[in-house]
């Protein structure tokens, strides 16, 4: 765990929670303003969410690394990546475990928000 607990990671962090907002922002305005499902919500403020983090990460967590035509579309698959598996994660949480979609959004932010930096820092921006 060492490894992945850096100044860079600190910067992710910083970065995530102006994405995390942006995120759960998304989401409750979509389930409790409009009655949208819980899952497709979720993923799509994830989605939206990760528009901000790329700007971040680009600018402060991983400047200097490849140039933005190459950064861009693996970070947008990672994002792909963690928009589905976030939207997964909500839908087995509320839909099979019975969680309240906000926990279960909670569990989800935490396993995308790990394994989206690692795969950032090893593939999008090296």
Request: aromatic share 12%; proline share 2%.
């Amino acid at each position: 765990m060492s490894a992945v607990v850096t100044p860079a990671f600190g910067r992710y962090l910083l970065v995530g929670l102006l994405a995390t907002a942006i995120h759960y922002a998304l989401l409750v305005a979509l389930v409790e303003l409009t009655g949208a499902a819980a899952a497709p919500s979720a993923a799509f403020g994830a989605a939206c969410g990760a528009l901000a983090a790329y700007a971040g990460n680009r600018r402060f967590t991983f400047a200097g690394g490849v140039v933005h035509a190459q950064a861009l579309p693996r970070f947008l698959a990672v994002a792909a990546l963690g928009a589905a598996a976030n939207g997964a994660i909500v839908w087995t949480g509320k839909e099979i475990v019975g969680m309240h979609y906000l926990a279960a959004q909670v569990v989800a932010t935490t396993v995308v928000m790990w394994s989206g930096f690692v795969l950032n820092r090893r593939w999008s921006f090296a």
